[in-house]
């Protein structure tokens, strides 16, 4: 299983990713400048943060679709900042409910520095991504990355209450997903769109096809977390279900599992032990459930192509339909494990 990070995309990422290379590198430039926003006591925490996190997928997002919509400019690249320091900020408090240690093969800031520190962190962060974000000209951008930020705060508050609550449904799954994950996604996408002017129904669809990307990349996450190698991921794996977090190939086994095997799989859970994948696979079918996982992402993703048709044809748009390709073959890697 592969993972990649913002040094070395692999080989399906150079090409969307060479289109807006100069771009990115002004993202990048801005993202660390902010650091020397903060208080001199504050900076090297930021520093660190904005250092040990990797993809930039939303500024990426907010880049892409705006070349696809009529053009990136330096408003784009300030959306892809913004999005990216709420992000960060979402990072570092996952990060403590999580108990994770490691974050792109480094210390987390919770690891480095414990918990009371690293939430302070965190509400700097989103509150200088905040003021940021009222710099646009129009209220109404601003309005709609805090209304985003809400979505994510408010979609981690509905995970964290439903851990270990083995009443969870599978639409239940997927509104917690979209408001913690694929929020940000369709944030860039859309606002990336408005920014240009474009129409509604391109917006809309740019909208969607941001959700429907960042919703599968989730489930992806979440398949990775039981079937991925922590060295290649480069971030502490197996926590989902010491955490009590039901994700979605774990719902399905729930609910392909006969009552029986339903009862274990309960036990198994509420111990809140490490679970190894091959004990659940000698309950019932884990790898039926990690397939079924898998073919519901790759669905996903092929509506997120579908949306992008009413799109003019440009690079930027086959570099937004190649992110889906890529994330479709980090499934089938998943698939395989």
Known sequence: MKHFTKSTPPLALQFPFQLIAERLIS????????????????????DYVVNTSGKRIRPALALLAGGASGGASPDHEKLGVVLELIHLATLVHDDIMD?????????????????????????CLFAHALEMAASFDSTWISRKIA?????????????????????????????????????????????????????????????????????????YDDCLDLCGDELLAGKTLGTDLVKGKLTLPL??????????????????????????????????????????????????LEEARRALLILPPSDYTTALEGLTRYLDSLFDGCRQA
């Open 27 to 46: 993202v990048e430039t801005s993202i660390r400048d902010q650091a020397k926003s903060f208080d001199h006591s504050v900076e090297g925490y930021v």
């Open 99 to 123: 108990g994770a240690d490691l974050r792109r093969s480094q210390p987390t800031a919770a690891a480095r520095w414990g918990n009371s520190l690293s939430v302070l962190l965190g509400d």
């Open 147 to 219: 209304r985003a930020s809400n979505e994510v705060c408010s979609g981690e508050i509905l995970q964290t209450q439903r851990r270990f609550d083995l009443t969870l449904t599978i639409p239940d799954y997927f509104r917690i997903i979209r408001m913690k994950t694929a929020a940000l996604f369709s944030c860039a996408t859309e606002l990336a769109g408005w920014l240009n002017g474009s129409t509604e129904e391109q917006q809309e669809s740019l909208r969607l096809y941001g959700e429907l990307l960042g919703t599968a990349y989730q489930v």
């Open 251 to 300: 719902l399905y086994l729930m609910e392909d599992a006969t009552e029986g095997q339903r009862a274990q799989l309960n036990k198994l859970i509420l111990r809140q032990e490490p679970i190894d994948s091959s004990v659940l696979a000698g309950i019932a079918n884990y790898a039926g459930a990690l397939c079924r996982a898998v073919a519901k992402g790759k669905r996903m």
